[in-house]
């Protein structure tokens, strides 16, 4: 195998081609997509805008932005769209008021905050989270690190790859706590359709020193098409959308963001299919012999090996039963034997179960 094989979630082309067998036959439980896909209505909408590939798209994304601010209460003003949350994760460095240039990435942590802030320049410094305390936020231990000269933190929650939610009262108190030390927060909210009353989108419209990142690309179940906004005061926004490139997100894109957006019902399926599953998977996998999961509030799962297996080795002994796990050991904070998997409908999560079952016992 490729050494690139296990280090992204999500590489089924790449796996696909090394296995010498079509993407759609590969079981990828490595990238944390709605397990029911897009809305229905969403492919019609990307065919019946395909005749408007021929005009540049609206740079803007006027139409897309007001169904944005209309589903979160918030003003068009609010609301900017890009090319996937990726986008605003690599841009927004360069925007963000720095005297040192130094970064502080709660941990475990995407690994796109690091590599955007490699890119501009910034130096950054993890602060690791624990997994015996099932990645409990320490707030002193934050305070006494901030004190050391930041300009930035970066925070996802639910975390990724831990699925550990941070609830809007802790939250408020880390914003807090950023303002009071002159820190600009970038809170990735990624995945917080999965839980949307914990969503810090109305603290950000009242504050200078937050923005809230947020994809389309999970919940709405199309990141092969890419889309992701920023929700915040209306002149931070302003200022990202006058630095973002022009046209960077497509008509098919905008059309599919439009589509998913308006139809409740399947985000409301949706959620209760992955709540369910969750548990689900969570109790079969925990019941395996020296498996550890983790809790989680998303439409994935961490878990921990105990026995003599590594998770590399698990997922390597997984591929060429066609299944794709995203084993965690370049995750700061995290080591060898972590892996994450999505949680998919039953049928799937079945196979996973049993294929893991096999190799464990
Ligand atoms: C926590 C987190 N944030 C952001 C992203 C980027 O999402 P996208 O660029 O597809 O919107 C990902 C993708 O896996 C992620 O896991």
């Known amino acids: 195998m490729n050494s690139d094989t296990f280090q992204h979630g999500g590489t089924v082309f790449a796996v696909a081609r090394q296995l010498g067998v079509a993407p759609e036959e590969i079981l990828d439980f490595s990238a944390s997509i709605n397990p029911l896909g897009p809305a229905p209505g969403v492919s019609g909408a990307v065919a019946a805008a395909f005749s408007r590939v021929v005009h540049y798209p609206d740079s803007g994304c006027h139409e897309l932005r007001q169904a944005l601010a209309r589903h979160h209460g918030l003003e068009a003003a609010q609301v900017v769209v890009a090319n996937g949350s990726t986008e605003l994760i690599h841009l927004l460095p360069r925007l963000v008021p720095a005297r040192s240039r130094r970064a502080l990435l709660v941990a475990p942590a995407f690994s796109e905050y690091a590599h955007a802030l490699d890119l501009s320049g910034w130096r950054y410094d993890y602060l690791p989270l624990r997994p015996a305390t099932g990645f409990a936020l320490d707030k002193e231990q934050l305070a006494a690190t901030l004190d050391q000269g930041y300009d930035l933190l970066f925070l996802g929650n639910p975390g990724n790859p831990s699925g550990r939610l941070y609830c809007l009262a802790e939250v408020e108190q880390l914003l807090d706590?950023?303002?009071?030390?002159?820190?600009?927060?970038?809170?990735?909210?990624?995945?917080?359709?999965?839980?949307?009353?914990?969503?810090?989108?109305?603290?950000?419209?009242?504050?200078?020193?937050?923005?809230?990142?947020?994809?389309?690309?999970?919940?709405?179940?199309?990141?092969?098409?890419?889309?992701?906004?920023?929700?915040?005061?209306?002149?931070?926004?302003?200022?990202?959308?006058?630095?973002?490139?022009?046209?960077?997100?497509?008509?098919?894109?905008?059309?599919?963001?439009?589509?998913?957006?308006?139809?409740?019902?399947?985000?409301?399926?949706?959620?209760?299919?992955?709540?369910?599953?969750?548990?689900?998977?969570?109790?079969?996998?925990?019941?395996?012999?020296?498996?550890?999961?983790?809790?989680?509030?998303?439409?994935?799962?961490?878990?921990?090996?105990?026995?003599?297996?590594?998770?590399?080795?698990?997922?390597?002994?997984?591929?060429?039963?066609?299944?794709?796990?995203?084993?965690?050991?370049?995750?700061?904070?995290?080591?060898?034997?972590?892996?994450?998997?999505?949680?998919?409908?039953?049928?799937?999560?079945?196979?996973?179960?049993?294929?893991?079952?096999?190799?464990?016992?």
């Open 177 to 361: 706590l950023c303002r009071d030390k002159g820190v600009f927060a970038l809170l990735d909210e990624a995945f917080m359709d999965f839980c949307e009353e914990e969503s810090a989108k109305r603290l950000a419209l009242a504050r200078d020193n937050v923005l809230v990142l947020r994809s389309m690309t999970k919940f709405y179940g199309f990141p092969g098409l890419r889309l992701g906004y920023a929700l915040g005061k209306a002149e931070h926004i302003g200022k990202v959308a006058r630095h973002l490139p022009p046209w960077s997100v497509g008509v098919l894109a905008q059309a599919a963001g439009l589509a998913g957006l308006a139809d409740r019902a399947h985000g409301e399926e949706t959620r209760q299919l992955v709540t369910g599953e969750r548990s689900w998977l969570a109790a079969e996998l925990g019941r395996l012999p020296g498996l550890t999961i983790f809790p989680g509030a998303a439409n994935y799962l961490l878990g921990e090996m105990g026995g003599e297996l590594t998770a590399t080795m698990l997922a390597e002994k997984l591929l060429p039963q066609r299944i794709l796990i995203r084993t965690c050991g370049n995750f700061a904070g995290l080591g060898e034997r972590f892996f994450r998997v999505a949680v998919r409908s039953r049928g799937e999560n079945e196979i996973l179960v049993r294929a893991m079952g096999e190799l464990l016992s």
